[in-house]
């Protein structure tokens, strides 16, 4: 990895730890204060996180990655990071997370496994994953789907919104519930969203 990018790479997960604590910001410095190493805010009986449609373009057995960028591949880069917790605030370690997503064109790659990928949270609750911005498509604004499984329990099928997109209030689907919390970055995004499993 280049010296610029893992500069780029240590910005972007101070900006995810400042979102983690809620605090607001002036400048894109003054944003990455710390990294993402603490429990997020969270109160017992929290409402779980919204259930939405599968959608047509689910795949399974999509390759184990968190990194779903490629070279050549067009698209505004973002890295989303987050908890996925019980009602009572508790992580879920090795919980599983699949996504799928259309690229910047509003394609879906549904011969291959171009942003496809699954990944386990880690002993604290805590996911990663990069990837791009996802493109529009007739019907609906930008999205990312998401499967999320505690080990043995019931999966949680949603979808994951962006803030500020004019299609938002146009899209039937659309939960302002669902969208993640973004900061510009050395022109990468930051984001977060944290999932509630309906588990105690």
């Keep these: 990895m ?4 893992r500069a780029t790479r240590r910005k972007i997960l101070k900006a995810i730890g400042t979102l983690a604590a809620g605090i607001s910001f002036d400048g894109i410095e003054g944003a ?19 259930r939405q449609t599968e959608g047509p373009f689910f795949k399974p057995r ?11 591949m067009s698209g505004q ?24 997503q259309s690229d910047a064109a509003g394609i879906y790659d549904n011969s291959g496994f171009r942003l496809r990928g699954h990944q386990f ?16 498509y007739e019907g609906r ?20 919104y962006f803030p500020g997109e004019a299609n938002n209030q146009r899209d039937g689907l659309f939960r302002k519930e669902l969208m993640v919390r973004t900061v510009k970055a050395s022109g990468w995004l930051a984001g977060r969203f944290d ?3 309906d588990l105690r």
Excluded: N
């Excluded at 280049?2 to 990018?5: C, D, I, N, T, V």
């Excluded at 990455?32 to 919204?50: E, K, R």
């Excluded at 990071?81 to 799928?100: E, M, N, Q």
């Design 2 to 5: 280049l010296a610029s990018e």
């Design 32 to 50: 990455f204060a710390q990294q993402l190493d603490s429990m997020p805010a969270c109160h017992a009986g929290d409402a779980p996180t919204l």
């Design 62 to 72: 999509s390759p184990e990655r968190i990194e779903l960028i490629e070279p050549g």
């Design 77 to 100: 880069p973002i890295e989303i990071t987050g908890f996925v917790l019980t009602r009572s605030c508790k992580p879920v370690p090795g919980a599983l997370i699949d996504v799928w």
């Design 121 to 136: 949270t880690d002993a604290e609750g805590r996911y990663r994953l990069r990837t791009i911005v996802p493109g529009v």
């Design 141 to 160: 604004t930008r999205h990312i789907h998401v499967k999320v499984q505690p080990p043995g329990r019931r999966i949680l099928t949603t979808q994951l």
């Design 195 to 197: 999932f509630v499993l």
